[in-house]
């Protein structure tokens, strides 16, 4: 969703390994389940909390551990699973708010774990955080002006976060009583929690449960077992369910048992309560939800996902990809920009010039989607489209750097029709383009060899801005005769011909014996073969 950019991306190449995710799968086969999507969901969750990417999956093992030795019945075992998996669904809702209070979205969420949200530590780290940036002076008044608004600006932050939580958890399609639950996220057992100060039992277990094994995962990770237990123990009663607190403290080296040495993705998969797999409609229905989970991090970018997903499958088509493809850039253009949850709104909303460090975060971005979706069976080729929509034919895109033949069309497509739509689209170092100069810019970047001719061109009429050329078919047929002759292609026969285009047998017949005359053929198996070596017959198109 940046703007289109030359010069060298070597910078921002991705390292061979990032966190635990292991090497991108390419070319997974079957369809893609409900959970193996909200998993890939979870790891740019973690990515916005500042973790490692599969956080968020320990997290979900430790806490079915914690209900299983709890005696949890299997309903709320199910619950707990995803309240596990998605707690902070909604914190890239108030990415933009946060960012502008602390400066650094991601890393004010990082240290968040290390306190005991609540009183003077609380005030603390947000004063720390407060004005982050900016000039000393500007600092100080920031700091001051937080101190005294503190109270109103972080629990209309929290409210934000649980409404937008419980609003994503719906359209992913989460059980009906999962946005309750996510709305407690941030309350306490001691009540000095919020949006509401509920206290105690009033906070599902679902929740309660999840709060514990989101904290002690970090500090296990972090500092080791001890540090763990030890947090949990200075927390018992004040942000967590002391029964729960002390059943952890109790077991704590069986509970967190080779926690730190599987691989979370299978792990907490295979303990998925509802694994059906996904196809058609309900999972282009799940990943237009999770492209608008991407672009609410921004205001700026609020739609994008869903307006590069109609260009570019209306491009596809108008480039004359298959329909199998068509749908793959569809998908792609709903999940291209997921791995922005890895950059923090101190970048994204910059008005000023990037540093050289903020390129380097920016052009990692699709790298963290490609890597995201490339876990999920059955979204490899989407990952492999969708991670490279800013390369560049001359090789000056990231974050790989890639170029010429090594970009299929439908990643160029992607490239040119990304560009377009940031384009009409404000961004706060510049206001929106008109379609014209939008359609200029892009004519400009073919003219440096960095986007594609065909794509543009494609691109430009999808949207309206240049007229579709009429083509140009081999041996003198007509656009009629090209008709005629994939319905001939078809099987069918003059008469049904006829009914298709809703003209006479007689016209039919002549139709079909000028194409015959035309490339030679003597039949329907012969016409059929000249099709296919011409590219203009396509059965799955039909």
């Known amino acids: 969703m940046t703007e289109a950019t030359s010069g060298s991306a070597s910078a921002g190449r991705p390292p061979d390994a990032l966190g635990a995710a292991g090497p991108v799968p390419v070319g997974h086969a079957g ?13 740019a ?32 075992r199910g619950r707990i699973y995803y309240a596990n998996l998605l707690a902070w669904i909604g914190c890239h809702a108030d990415s933009f708010e946060l ?37 000393p002076l500007k600092r100080t008044a ?29 359209r992913v399609g989460l059980d009906a009583g999962m946005p309750a639950i996510l709305s407690h996220t941030f309350e306490r057992w001691d009540g000095k929690g919020l949006p509401e100060g509920r206290s105690g039992v009033e906070i599902p277990l679902e929740m309660r449960i999840a709060q514990l094994a989101d904290v002690a995962e970090v500090f296990l990770r972090t500092r ?6 030890a947090t949990v123990r200075n927390r018992r009663g004040t ?27 299978p792990a907490a998969l295979a303990q998925a309560p509802d694994n059906r797999a996904l196809a058609g409609e309900e999972l282009d229905t799940v990943l237009a939800a999770v492209g608008d989970f991407a672009d609410l991090k921004s205001p700026y970018t609020a739609g994008h996902s869903r307006a590069v997903a109609t260009l570019a499958a209306e491009t596809a088509a108008e480039y004359g990809l298959k329909a199998a493809e068509i749908e793959v850039l569809r998908r792609a253009g709903w999940v291209h920009d997921l ?44 990952a492999e489209v969708a991670g490279a929509h800013h390369e560049r034919l001359d090789g000056s895109g990231y974050p790989r750097g890639r170029g010429g033949a090594d970009l299929d069309p439908s990643q160029r497509i992607l490239a040119a029709a990304d ?71 078809h099987g069918m026969n003059n008469r049904e011909i006829a009914s298709a285009l809703v003209i006479s047998p007689k016209t039919a017949r002549n139709h079909v014996e000028h194409i015959y005359l035309k490339i030679g053929a003597g039949n329907r198996v012969s016409a059929t073969l000249f099709a296919l070596d011409q590219g203009l017959w396509d059965r799955a198109a039909g």
């Open 31 to 43: 369809a893609p389940h409900r959970t193996e999507i909200l998993a890939a969901l979870s790891l």
């Open 224 to 229: 080791g077992l001890d540090a763990a237990v």
């Open 239 to 265: 942000q967590f369910d002391p029964e729960l607190a002390d059943l952890f403290c109790k077991y704590a080296g069986e509970l967190t048992e080779s926690l730190l040495d599987i691989d979370p993705w």
């Open 339 to 382: 791995g922005r949850m890895g950059v923090s709104n101190g970048v994204w909303d910059k008005k000023s010039p990037l540093s050289s460090m903020d390129l380097e975060r920016i052009q990692m971005y699709p790298f963290f989607g490609e890597r995201i979706l490339g876990r999920v069976p059955g979204m490899g080729r989407v």
């Open 142 to 170: 920031r700091r001051s002006l937080f101190a005294a608004t503190a109270a109103t600006a972080v629990r209309a932050l929290i409210r934000s976060h649980c409404t937008s939580a419980g609003h994503l958890a719906y």
């Open 45 to 76: 969750i973690d990515l916005g909390l500042g973790q490692p990417m599969e956080h968020m999956l320990r997290a979900t093992l430790l806490g079915l551990r914690i209900a299983d030795r709890a005696g949890v019945d299997p309903a709320a």
């Open 419 to 489: 560009a377009y739509q940031t384009s009409l689209e404000p961004r706060p170092h510049r206001p929106e383009m008109s379609p014209q100069a939008a359609g200029q810019r892009l004519r400009a970047e073919v003219g440096a060899g960095r986007l594609e001719e065909r794509a543009v061109d494609a691109v430009l009429v999808a949207a309206g801005q240049k007229e579709r050329r009429r083509r140009v078919w081999p041996k003198g047929l007509t656009e009629r005769e090209a008709e005629v002759l994939g319905l001939l292609c």
């Open 99 to 135: 960012a502008a209070l602390f400066g650094d979205d991601i890393g004010f969420r990082a240290d968040y774990y290390m306190v005991d949200a609540r009183g003077l530590p609380m005030l603390s780290l947000m004063l720390r955080h407060a004005g982050s940036g900016l000039p």
